[in-house]
């Protein structure tokens, strides 16, 4: 038997079906607090009147889960006692998102929009903490034959987690629908859930090997992070006070003389005073930890970019989920605004309905990869996943009840209800199936793929470099998304999301023969040979 057929086919032995639950169970811990600083927030602030363009510069909290590999070899270097190095980590992670939660939970988005930002920046930086923490675990405990279906059933928990805080949440909160509750109820249960995440870490995962950590002196990473902490404090004081009136000087008069209004055109100048203060920042930070001897960083990123095509991959990775992250940036308020649907209708289809979906696809797609293999199954699902978006600029166009509706009977299932039968748009239905069936399937590749690309020594470390990296479109696009969708309108903004994702497709063609290459399990090969 070849090593590819052996990868194909994973013994299916007690400790490895322990291994895929606990996957599957962390999964579900890291897919919870996204939809709280994302969607779910979009919808909080939506319901108390803050405004679109202001709701697509909020997605900014989410910066930390682009800068967490400043971070993430601390979790590679130190060990927590007792309960071992990412278990111990998992514990702590858990047991703050749950304490940051609360306190979002008890702020007012609309008396005190600014600490609201801030709360909601803190649980985007513990949550993006606890995903360094779970990609670390799950890539040092599955073997590469069982990656293909640990990376779907991830997925499975990461979105069976967004169908409880992104989906029934909306129905939760829904007055005449589902069971009115505030959103501050909803974000209590979720610290909750979170507590018990982390009795769960404690108790039930399965112990990993003890693996070599990087051999570095501890003060010289402690003080390279506290160096990378104070660069990023300096690029933000001088950012702050300098770029906006660049950006002023530089497109200022440009924008006066166009047909923009005056709020949309602060929005485009604060958009690029924010990328200028971006250019600035990271380089020193790089300084910063080079000058600071920030060894677990230096090693752990070195030790990435010595395999062939790395830095090509690190393109791939922003690119592939861009045209998707671009798209459903501002969802939400697509759906509740332009396209005028209820809370109750969004909840059910796009976030119930819609998510489910996307489980059935990353299962699929985790089948098709046994088959298909990883190049394979990352261009077929590219493809499919591009098309997907031209299902919301068709029904940006012809709006609602086009394609008729189709009737949702109430129940009562005791943690979630409809009060009453609920008219669902079938387009909408449609529209949603596609596109969360062609994600799910593009997820699982993806996630495989990057579990390929890591090194076990500082699997945190670099598995939160690429996770950075795979996450900029998601995060980075949602102020711009903003600014344009209300510049060009809804129709238009699902066209450009679409062509975003074409770069993608052509880079994995130039890439074919070095992804191939990753398709081979190391440890087979060697017993071939």
Known sequence: MTADARAARPPLTLAAVHRLVAVTVLGFASGLPLALTGQAMQAWLTTSGVDIATIGFLSLVGLPYTFKFLWAPLMDRFELPFIG??????????LALAGSLMLLAATSPTDAIRSFALLAVLVAFVSASQDVVVDAYRTDLLSAAERGLGASLGVLG?????????????IWVDPTQGGGWTWPEVYRLMAGVMVAAAFASALLLPRLAEVERPATVA?????????VVA??????????????????????????????????????????????????TVPLAVWAARAARFETLIGGLSNYFSQPGAVAFLGFIVLYKLGDAFAGSLMTPFLLKAMAFT???????????????????????????????????????????MLSNLGFWWLAVNG???????????????????????????????????????????????????????????????????????SVGRVWVGPLAGV??????????????????????????????????????????????
């Open 343 to 385: 809370p109750a209708e969004v909840g059910v289809v796009n976030k119930v309905i819609g998510l489910w979906l996307t489980i059935g696809g990353a299962l699929l797609g985790g089948a098709l990869m046994l088959r298909l293999g990883l190049w394979r199954s990352l261009m077929l699902f590219g493809v499919l996943q």
């Open 484 to 529: 344009l969708a209300e510049s060009i309108g809804w129709p238009t903004f699902f066209i450009v999301s679409t062509v975003l994702a074409a770069p993608a497709l052509w880079l994995l063609w130039r890439l074919r023969s070095t992804v191939r290459g990753l398709e081979v399990d190391p440890k087979s090969a060697a017993l071939d040979d």
């Open 400 to 470: 609602r009840s086009e394609a008729g509706a189709l009737l949702i009977p109430a129940f009562d299932w005791g943690f979630v209800k409809l009060a009453t039968d609920s008219s669902v748009d079938r387009g909408l239905l449609m529209v949603v199936a596609l596109e969360n069936i062609t994600g799910g399937m593009g997820t699982a590749a993806f996630v495989a793929f990057l579990m390929s690309l890591t090194t076990q020594r500082f699997s945190a470390t670099q598995f939160a470099l690429l996770s950075a990296f795979a």
């Open 158 to 170: 990461y979105r069976l987690a967004m169908i409880v805080s992104g989906g029934l949440a909306f």
């Open 85 to 94: 190095r990412r278990r111990g980590w998992l514990v702590l992670t858990q």
């Open 219 to 227: 003060r010289h990473d402690l003080l390279g992070f506290a160096a």
């Open 231 to 280: 660069a990023v404090a300096v690029g933000f004081l001088v950012a702050e006070q300098f770029t906006p009136p660049l950006s002023r000087w530089l497109i200022g008069d440009w924008l006066a003389g166009g047909p923009l209004p005056a709020p949309l055109q602060k929005r485009w100048i604060d958009l690029l005073a924010l990328l200028l203060g971006i250019a600035f």
